[in-house]
């Protein structure tokens, strides 16, 4: 059972936003500049969720784990860093229902941050493009602090700067690190169905919630105690 919580943290990827698109084609933009095999969107999208540095590893390799060759990741990561500084947000889009989430969100005074591993140079931009950055009183993006998700580090600043316990604060993700990092923080966690989590059902990383869009949010809420 969910309890009214006083602030709400959002992540970026797979929970407001669908950035694969994007990621897809800086990915297969890469490989094509190093003479290597593309992968496509459908490959791409269970890689996400771990920042770019790992997606980049990810691709390189072409799998989920393990590790490419240095001296290769060394030439491919800063070809990686320039496409998507160009196409942060080009083909990137919404999630059905976060508009209406967010409107019911403000409209009832939660306070209101997000917290991404994405890089701050990547996370304002896109947030900005998309028009949803003035929702937010903070953005805790992936190089804000020392430690990012599953670490509670950015879940825990955010907390601090709202002034408000463990125990008020709801984190909305998509991801089993996003769970890792509210568990770890005292956090409540819905989750989104939708979102990157290597092709594993969220449902079974056990958040205190799933939902399949964030207009369902009200629903859920009003009903907290």
Request: hydrophobic fraction near 45%; glycine fraction near 8%.
């Amino acid at each position: 059972m969910i309890k009214k919580p006083k602030m709400v943290l959002i992540d970026v990827d797979g929970t407001l936003v669908d950035s694969v698109p994007d990621l897809a084609f800086c990915v297969d933009e890469m490989m094509k500049q190093l003479d290597m095999p593309t992968h496509g969107e459908a490959k791409v999208r269970n890689w996400v969720g771990n920042g770019v540095e790992r997606l980049t590893r990810r691709a390189l390799i072409g799998q989920l784990d393990g590790e490419p060759d240095d001296a290769l990741f060394a030439k491919a990561y800063p070809i990686f860093l320039d496409l998507y500084a160009e196409n942060t947000s080009k083909r990137s889009v919404l999630y059905p229902g976060v508009a209406e989430g967010l409107d019911y969100l403000q409209g009832a005074g939660f306070q209101l941050g997000c917290v991404t591993n994405k890089a701050a140079q990547f996370t304002i931009p896109l947030l900005k493009d998309l028009g949803v950055f003035d929702r937010f009183a903070i953005v805790v993006a992936g190089d804000t602090l020392a430690e990012k998700k599953p670490h509670p580090m950015p879940l825990l600043h955010a907390a601090e700067f709202f002034g408000v316990s463990a125990a008020e604060s709801l984190m909305l993700g998509d991801s089993v690190s996003d769970v890792k990092a509210a568990r770890a923080a005292g956090f409540q966690i819905i989750c989104m169905s939708y979102g990157y989590n290597h092709g594993v059902d969220i449902r079974d990383a056990n958040p205190d919630a799933v939902i399949d869009s964030m207009a369902e949010l009200p629903g859920l809420l009003e009903k907290a105690a």
